[in-house]
């Protein structure tokens, strides 16, 4: 069975300040990675996403996340954060097995930008 | 154009009631899916459809929970004989095409309360 962990539940981090948002996965099979985004009020949309080829992606906003498959791990980063980017973010794998389109999600690491 | 849609955006239900959800995917997207997302987690998949097909239905907690896409665009999803432990948020997300790597756009979600 495949799972996420999401490391902190809850960063908090003055404005401008560099950011890491930590998660670690569990599958035997491939797996494509996301990172959701979830701002106040508004429903999920994806950030970024590893599918395959170079290990570090990046998005229009200045995140960017690094796959490690040694450490099974898809930490999402931000050299310097905005207020704007308090939200609430979650980290997903797909699993590339049998055919199935299940993705599983972490249970969210809630980024709160202080001024 | 419009985004995924859902009603209603919120329901209360009395314990043992049958509750139907409703998605509106964006138009012409092939793929479907549901979430269920409890409160402090992170969403849990329920069912996917490509088209009018259900191809993925592993995620259904029980016979209860019934999912159907009549005409591959407007879905429902129905849950029978409510119980407290269903009350969570019910998130759908359409995708334009059907490779598990294409970008999931995710509706405002329906807040079902059981009582």
């Known amino acids: 069975a495949q799972s996420v962990t999401q490391l902190d539940s809850q960063v908090p981090v003055f404005e401008e300040a560099p950011v890491e948002l930590r998660c670690n996965y569990s599958?035997?099979?491939?797996?494509?990675l996301f990172w959701y985004v979830q701002y106040p009020n508004q429903g999920l949309q994806l950030l970024l996403k590893?599918?395959?080829?170079?290990?570090l992606v990046e998005s229009i906003n200045g995140f960017e996340a690094e796959f490690n498959k040694s450490q099974t791990s898809f930490h999402l980063r931000k050299p310097s954060v905005h207020i704007s980017d308090t939200a609430e973010y979650f980290c997903?794998?797909?699993?590339?097995?049998?055919?199935?389109?299940?993705?599983?999600f972490g249970a969210g690491t809630r980024l709160f930008v202080k001024a | 154009g419009a985004g995924v849609s859902q009603s209603p955006r919120y329901k209360v239900a009395k314990r043992g009631q049958d509750v139907a959800l409703r998605c509106d995917p964006i138009s012409g997207h092939v793929s479907l899916f549901w979430y269920q997302q409890a409160l402090g987690q992170g969403p849990e998949f329920l069912t996917y459809f490509q088209n009018e097909a259900q191809l993925d239905k592993s995620g259904l907690p029980s016979d209860r929970f019934f999912a159907e896409r009549p005409e591959g665009s407007v879905s429902t999803l129905k849950i029978q004989r409510t119980q407290q432990e269903d009350s969570a948020v019910y998130l759908c997300?359409?995708?334009?095409?059907?490779?598990?790597?294409?970008?999931?756009?995710f509706g405002p979600g329906t807040r079902l309360t059981v009582l």
């Open positions: 599958s035997s099979v491939s797996v494509y």
């Open positions: 997300a359409s995708s334009r095409y059907s490779g598990r790597a294409d970008t999931q756009y």
């Open positions: 997903a794998v797909m699993p590339l097995d049998t055919g199935g389109f299940k993705t599983i």
């Open positions: 590893y599918l395959s080829g170079s290990t």
